[in-house]
Each structure stands twice: as C-alpha cells, then as structure tokens.
Nanobody, 128 residues
Framework: QLQLVESGGGLVQPGGSLRLSCAAS????????IGWFRQAPGKEREGVSC????????KHADSVKGRFTISRDNAKNTVYLQMNSLKPEDTAIYYC?????????????????????WGQGTQVTVSS
C-alpha cells in the first residue's frame, strides 16, 4: 500500500521549534517532488514548502521564509520540515504530498501541482 505518514507535530510555545517528518511506505520518494501544506480552521489549504526530487531546489511561502527549512533524506525515504521561531498563526494541520518529478514541470509552481499522494496530517499548535 502506497502511503505517506507525517509525524512530529504537537503543542509548542511561540518562538519554539518543531521538526515534522514525512515518511513514505510502499514506494520510493527518489523521483518525487514533495510539498508541505497546511490548513488552519476556517481557512483554505496553503502551500508551505516544497523540494525537488534531488533536493537541489526548494521553495517556501513568504510567510515562513527564514523560519522553515525543507530537506530530504532519500536513503531514509523521508522528507523533513524544520520549523523555527514558530508563531500562533502557524497553527494548523500540516500535510505532506508527493507527485512525480516530470521534466515539463516548472518547479516554481510546485504549490499548484496536482499531488498524487497525501498523508493524513499532523497537528501543530503554537500557543502559550
């Protein structure tokens, strides 16, 4: 069964850090673009970060630039989202998603890709 599983969410105080993991089972992430998305209550889902299949290209939403870092370890079939200097407005359910890396894709548009696989989500709550 092909699936993505997120972990690492939780409750953290403002200014704190969390590292989310996205682990794949049933398939290799080597040739997939991975995106992290989030959805807060009453809001639409938004793109947070994405990373190319080789890890050489990354993209972050303006709201998280300088605070979040996406990385991948293909040997572990896992993608990470390091989140620092967390703010209350970062509170949301975070999802990872995977889509094959095709040559005709423009990486800068990675938040708009139609992702094939989605995880179940992990809750991140930033509150004092």
């Amino acid at each position: 069964q092909l699936q993505l599983v997120e972990s690492g969410g939780g409750l953290v105080q403002p200014g704190g850090s969390l590292r989310l993991s996205c682990a794949a089972s049933g398939f290799s992430l080597d040739h997939y673009v991975i995106g992290w998305f989030r959805q807060a209550p009453g809001k639409e889902r938004e793109g947070v970060s994405c990373i190319s299949s080789g890890g050489g290209s990354t993209k972050h939403a303006d709201s998280v630039k300088g605070r979040f870092t996406i990385s991948r370890d293909n040997a572990k079939n896992t993608v990470y989202l390091q989140m620092n200097s967390l703010k209350p407005e970062d509170t949301a359910i975070y999802y990872c998603a995977a889509v094959p890396n095709l040559k005709n894709r423009v990486f800068a548009l990675c938040f708009s890709y139609k992702y094939d696989y989605w995880g179940q989500g992990t809750q991140v709550t930033v509150s004092s």
